[in-house]
């Protein structure tokens, strides 16, 4: 009675001591199940933070080519803008010249125009005799002022673009031709008697073609 009276304390003890082993085998895989489940919760926030590097990298990449294509639209923007506000100086100014050499050119062709009539009307067949000097006098002192003007003009116009319409460089000037002979008869001792010969000579040949 004793001995199993001692058996059945010893297996009461030992269930005793058993059963926190019990409990713990009973709650183990509660906890596994948790731990998996927060590992796979920090999984998911590493992929989620790898992501967002990634996104935040490709964004980065996206912003500085945006701001490299924006650096090369101002600097196209300001090189344009001064070719173009160049090109518009030059026009202006080369507008401005034009307009003012194509007034000059009128004025020039105005009073051309109103020279070659003046000596277009001269007719020395139509002098009379008696007043033929006068007349010459006169007609030469017209192709003078004509001859002047039209050397004025050609000096003026001279380098311009506008050189070409008087068909390159002129002939030496009447008035010069006529002074460079004053000079060589003035060395001969003619230079005082050389005006009345020549308008004599001119009247005589005038007078005998009549």
Do not use: C
Not at 30 to 41: I, P, Q, R, Y
Not at 50 to 73: I, Y
Request: proline share 3%; net charge negative.
């Amino acid at each position: 009675m004793g001995f199993v009276m001692a058996n059945t304390l010893e297996r009461k003890q030992q269930i005793s001591i058993n059963d926190p082993q019990l409990e713990i085998s009973e709650e183990s895989p509660a906890f596994t199940e948790d731990f998996e489940s927060k590992l796979a919760d920090a999984q998911t926030q590493l992929e989620m933070l790898h992501s967002q590097r990634k996104n935040l990298e490709r964004q980065k990449l996206a912003l500085e080519d945006l701001n490299n294509r924006k650096q090369e639209f101002m600097n196209g923007q300001l090189d344009l803008t001064e070719k173009l506000s160049s090109a518009i100086t030059t026009i202006e100014r080369e507008l401005f010249e034009t307009k003012q050499e194509m007034e000059d050119l009128e004025q020039t062709k105005s009073a051309f125009a109103t020279h070659l009539r003046k000596i277009e009307t001269l007719n020395p067949e139509a002098w009379p005799k008696d007043n033929l000097n006068t007349e010459l006098q006169s007609a030469l002192l017209t192709l003078d002022k004509a001859e002047d003007e039209y050397e004025q003009a050609v000096s003026y116009f001279t380098g311009s673009k506008r050189s070409g319409v008087f068909g390159g460089s002129s002939s030496p000037s009447r008035g010069a031709r006529v002074g460079s002979d004053f000079q060589s008869t003035l060395l001969n001792g003619l230079a005082f008697n050389l005006p009345v010969i020549l308008l004599g000579s001119l009247a005589l040949i005038i007078y005998f073609l009549k």
